[in-house]
């Protein structure tokens, strides 16, 4: 039972440390690139820009984000207040939820398409 209690212990200090990272220190290149979903594209570029083209409604919005946790990213886009999501990620899925619970959004990344090479 004590070796319970200290490995506990020793789990929440660590958390505790994690949580007090700065946000500029955490660094996820694994979101980088171009997402899709069925109605929207979302590119999100190294330097923190964020654009998201709704294919239906023939909109571009651009903000920027911020990785304010491992897990969670901070969205802000031109004429709204700061969103925070929870994301999942996995090699190829990005999923979004709401503080709420909700999901916001599944995307799956984008297949990278490679220049043609001109024939010699």
Do not use: H
């Not at 212990?9 to 979101?31: D, R, S």
């Not at 997402?35 to 023939?58: H, M, P, S, Y």
């Not at 599944?106 to 010699?120: D, E, F, I, N």
């Amino acid at each position: 039972m004590i070796t319970l209690r200290l490995l506990f212990a020793v789990c929440c200090v660590f958390m505790l440390i994690a949580g007090e990272q700065n946000a500029q220190e955490i660094k996820n290149p694994t979101i980088v690139g171009q997402w899709e979903a069925a109605n929207q594209t979302v590119e999100i570029f190294e330097d923190g820009k964020i654009i998201l083209r709704n294919k239906a409604k023939k909109e571009i919005s651009e903000g920027s984000y911020k990785l304010i946790k491992d897990n969670i990213m901070r969205l802000n886009f031109e004429g709204s207040k700061p969103e925070d999501y929870s994301l999942s990620l996995s090699q190829d899925k990005l999923i979004l939820t709401r503080a709420n619970g909700e999901i916001f959004a599944v995307y799956k990344r984008a297949k990278q398409t490679s220049p043609t090479s001109k024939p010699k």
